[in-house]
């Protein structure tokens, strides 16, 4: 075990070195000036608002669709929840564009809610929830599948319909749901192909005017070269570490 031991150790440190010399190379060789503008913390500020946003409907939709996949065996539902983690991202934001769009028979629905998703945090969101969804539904799936089920059985046999028995659940399974929500919150903050085509720019909602801090990473890296973009990753990085310490801290302390 030992030498599994080391060996662990070895490859973990391979996969943080690249992003600690990027940590490094932001705070203390380039240290651009351009990534500590308002305009880049307002971008780090819409990407964990619309993430947490995120992860918020995840937990409030997709729990229950987690809990039937845990006791139940449908092939076809549990396919289907792996279909936005199969396909490159960029054909998420194109699919939200045209259902959105004249082509879509959802366009009229759409137009007489106020909802469109182009350039809003509406579509941004939306984004968001389809590629992290997947996540989220996962790791709460294997949460419930590690509890116990005499509880349930007991429930069960003393009448408790599925509703009852879920939300008795579910107290039980705090824990759980703010972890997988946290896990889903990273997903959806490192994000950057379906938010390109769909979100862009956010012109409507919360922080309008503002592009996410992905989107800003690439403009940097293409318009200014290395610096900027090296050491906005950087700051990029604190946020993530910190989401993670928080996600680790929920795992482990009771």
Known sequence: MNWFKLLGIFLSIILAVPVLFLIYMGFFVFKSPQAFSQAFYSGVELSVLSSASAAGIDFALFTPLAYYLSREK???????????????????????????????????????????????????????????????????????????????????????????????????????????????????????????IVAYYVLYGPLAGTSPASILIYEYYGYYGPQVAVTASAIMIVVGLVLLISLKLVQYLK
């Open 74 to 196: 449908d092939f076809i539902t549990d396919s289907l929840v792996d279909v936005p983690a199969s396909i490159p991202h960029p054909i998420v934001g194109v699919a939200l564009v045209f259902l959105d769009s004249p082509y879509s028979p959802f366009y009229k629905i759409f137009q007489d809610l106020g909802i469109n998703f182009f350039d809003t945090y509406y579509g941004l969101i939306s984004a968001l929830v389809i590629v992290s969804a997947p996540i989220y539904i996962r790791s709460m799936k294997n949460y419930f599948d590690s509890m116990p089920r005499v509880y349930e059985e007991y429930a069960r046999s003393l009448g408790a319909g599925m509703g009852r028995v879920y939300l008795m659940i579910m107290k039980n399974s705090l824990k759980g749901a703010l972890s997988s929500s946290l896990t889903s919150m990273s997903r959806a903050m490192s994000e950057f192909g379906s938010i390109a």
